[in-house]
């Protein structure tokens, strides 16, 4: 079935905290490489950081991707738009990765894009990154009631 499936993957990913620390949502969106919506998840993960939740959402879109049917296996290249500076420059290797609790998260992340023979992260405006952003809000809203 090679060269028959989908070959790119494009992940939009979100997280939020109202307060830092405080109520954290994440968000995210996988699409196909002719933007045909794949899945999505919109997740309250308790109280954190916005960096934490950041990561997390990351990371979280990506075990979702490798679990759709055609995931790591098909898929040669994944495309990452974020919104968050610190992720995109310390998935780069711009910045480097202090913090323990987000190290590991990175280290998670890298683990999983291994997967991939192409890697492209990307920062985008807010505004590009709406449907995410949306999707994680929800998330603590529906949490918070």
Do not use: W
């Amino acid at each position: 079935m090679k060269g028959k499936g989908r070959r790119k993957l494009i992940l939009h990913v979100d997280g939020a905290a109202r307060g830092n620390p405080g109520p954290a949502g994440i968000g995210g969106i996988v699409f196909d490489e002719k933007g045909l919506k794949l899945c999505e998840l919109s997740e309250y993960i308790g109280e954190t950081t916005n960096n934490v939740a950041e990561y997390s959402a990351l990371l979280r879109a990506l075990k979702l991707a490798s679990d759709l049917p055609m995931g790591k296996s098909e898929a040669e290249s994944i495309q990452i738009h974020s919104d968050s500076e610190l992720v995109v420059r310390q998935l780069q290797g711009t910045y480097k990765v202090k913090n323990p609790t987000l190290k590991s998260l990175f280290d998670k992340v890298k683990c999983l894009l291994r997967a991939y023979k192409r890697v492209e992260v990307y920062h985008v405006p807010r505004e590009e990154n709406a449907g995410a952003d949306k999707l994680a809000n929800k998330a603590i809203d529906e949490y918070l009631g």
